[in-house]
């Protein structure tokens, strides 16, 4: 079975800076794209990043580029979201995805890792 497991998450002030990781099992992690997605409350789930399995390209939602790096170690089968200066605006559950390609919907999904930024 596929297993997407996030951690990191945690309360930050902000302007401060968290580390994401999603690792990975039951699959050929080097086949798979990873994307980042989060979900505040009464909002809708939105796409935050994405790196690719074919080439590493690397994609960003407009809120996050500058501040947010997705990379990723197919050594570790680990994704990793590296966030700088978070905003309050920020602060979600955060879930990791994998599908062949960085798509909208993807297959699989981990459980989810919060994000709380305090102003």
């Known amino acids: 079975d596929v297993q997407l497991v996030e951690s990191g998450g945690g309360l930050v002030q902000a302007g401060g800076s968290l580390r994401l990781s999603c690792a990975a099992s039951g699959l050929i992690f080097g086949d798979y794209s990873i994307g980042w997605f989060r979900q505040a409350p009464g909002k809708e789930r939105e796409g935050v990043s994405c790196?690719?399995?074919?080439?590493?390209?690397?994609y960003y939602a407009n809120s996050v580029k500058g501040r947010f790096t997705i990379s990723r170690d197919n050594a570790k089968n680990t994704v990793y979201l590296q966030m700088n200066s978070l905003k309050p605006e920020d602060a979600a559950v955060y879930y990791c995805?994998?599908?062949?390609?960085?798509?909208?919907?993807?297959?699989?999904w981990g459980q989810g890792t919060q994000v709380t930024v305090s102003s």
């Open positions: 790196i690719s399995s074919s080439d590493g390209s690397a």
């Open positions: 995805a994998a599908d062949r390609a960085c798509v909208a919907q993807p297959a699989y």
